[in-house]
């Protein structure tokens, strides 16, 4: 691969709406990705494994619960930086993103939002400092798009729960340390988030080896067979798939952040490229063709970045919807996925090669199209917040 020259697009000047904390984050993210990510990603990604050896580096850059409070191992950021740091580290790979993502959002924040002392202090720091990692089980292989369906089942005995199912497409699943896992009551229906161990009888896990996207990813399935958890690892049971899904808010604010950080170099490389690449006797970013590609990836660009900085001070202010979550999840997607196909097209044959890191991000975007709610099931969030009427 080629040595990362990342230069940050930014037409409108939205740097000057930061603070100086938010760019200081941002700097140390991005230059940190630099130094560490862009040497070794192309091939951990052709290798279908996560560069593990990362993972110290990442809890050191405060990327395990950054917007937690210190007592607990967090950084305390404020929503804008954390979504800076979310935009450089998926700018990188989107491994290293969900990586922090899952950590983070999914499993360290469940635990500060929902547990009691005893959940908080035996697992937070650990995770914060990476000596644990985790993992969030909610999406099942029957029962993705529509998780309130799920079959997974826990009944109570003596001190313990006994948990029968199986989870699909979990992120680090093959080599969590604890996994958040939903389950139904078989007595009363109710949903429920058990903090399981790897350890625990009848808990296993297994890898998805064969897949195109999120290559680097580690992703796979929590099979549980007569699992026995204690007691006092249930987190909180609720009768309703809602406390499931608002767990969801702050890792899909992630994904809005992440994909402008793949668009921003996608669009950086194609630029660059089109100044270099001579056809015909001229620079190819001589050609209108050329230039209105450019133009249409740095326009939607421009709107994602202010969409995000204004999404980052709502949730700041925890005025954030999670109906303005799903635009924002959904739009940047699709904004970062014709800015990566634009510039796959711009780099001519070059741009499916792992020289450069565009095919890479294009493959990646096929599952942030899908995960953390698909394309369609945000149209349908969308379209019944402005009618009032559910099309699901
Ligand atoms: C790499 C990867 C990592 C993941 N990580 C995690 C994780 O860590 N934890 C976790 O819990 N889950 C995870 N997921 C699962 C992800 O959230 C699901 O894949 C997603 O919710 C879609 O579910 P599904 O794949 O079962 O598709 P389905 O729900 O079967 O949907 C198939 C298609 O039908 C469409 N569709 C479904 N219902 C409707 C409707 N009512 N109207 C219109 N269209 C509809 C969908 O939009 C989609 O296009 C991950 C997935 C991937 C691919």
Redesign the pocket.
């Known amino acids: 691969m080629r040595k990362d020259q990342f230069e940050s697009p930014d037409y409108y000047m939205v740097e000057k709406l930061f603070s100086e904390e938010q760019i200081i984050v941002r700097d140390a993210t991005r230059q940190w990705v630099k130094e560490y990510v862009s040497p070794v990603i192309e091939d951990c990604n052709l290798k279908g494994v996560f560069p593990k050896e990362l993972i110290k580096g990442i809890a050191e850059i405060g990327g395990f619960g950054a917007i937690l409070p210190a007592k607990y191992g967090g950084s305390e950021l404020d929503l804008i930086s954390y979504g800076l740091m979310m935009q450089e580290l998926e700018r990188g790979d989107s491994s290293i993103r ?1 990586m922090c993502s ?1 950590q983070t959002s ?1 499993v360290m924040n469940n635990i500060y939002e929902h547990g009691n002392e005893f959940h908080k202090d035996e697992f937070l720091v650990k995770l914060s400092k990476g000596e644990l990692i985790g ?5 099942e292989p029957g ?5 309130a369906s799920m079959q997974t089942r826990h009944k109570i005995d003596g001190d313990h729960y006994i948990i029968n199912g199986s ?7 093959p080599f969590c340390d604890i996994a958040l896992v939903w389950s139904k009551s078989n007595d009363n229906n109710n949903y429920a988030c058990f903090i399981v161990h790897r350890d625990d009888p009848g808990f296993s896990t297994a890898k998805i080896d064969k ?1 195109w ?2 290559r680097a ?1 580690e ?1 796979g399935e929590l099979i549980f067979n007569n699992c026995k958890v204690h007691k006092k690892y249930l987190l909180f049971e609720s009768d309703s798939i809602n406390s499931a899904l608002s767990s969801l808010n702050i890792a899909r604010y992630a994904v809005a952040c992440g994909s402008i950080g793949i668009a921003m170099e996608c669009y950086d490389v194609a630029l660059k490229y089109s100044n270099e690449r001579i056809q015909f006797g001229k620079k190819i970013s001589s050609n209108q063709l050329i230039q209105k590609k450019l133009v249409d990836m740095i326009t939607e660009i421009t709107k994602a970045q202010l969409l995000n900085w204004k999404l980052g001070l709502m949730m700041d202010d925890g005025d954030a919807t999670f109906e303005q979550i799903s635009m924002a999840k959904r739009n940047n997607v699709s904004v970062a996925y014709n800015v990566a196909r634009n510039a796959r097209q711009i780099l001519g044959g070059m741009g499916i090669t792992a020289e450069y890191p565009v095919m890479r991000h294009l493959i990646n975007l096929e ?1 942030l199209i ?8 945000h149209t ?1 969030i969308t379209g019944r917040n402005i009618t009032g009427v559910s ?2």
Do not use: R
């Open positions: 969900v899952i999914l993992s969030f089980g909610l999406s029962h993705g798009s529509d998780p989870k699909m497409w979990i992120g680090n699943a897949k996207s999120f990813s992703t599952t899908t995960y953390q709610g698909t394309d369609e099931i349908l099309a699901f």
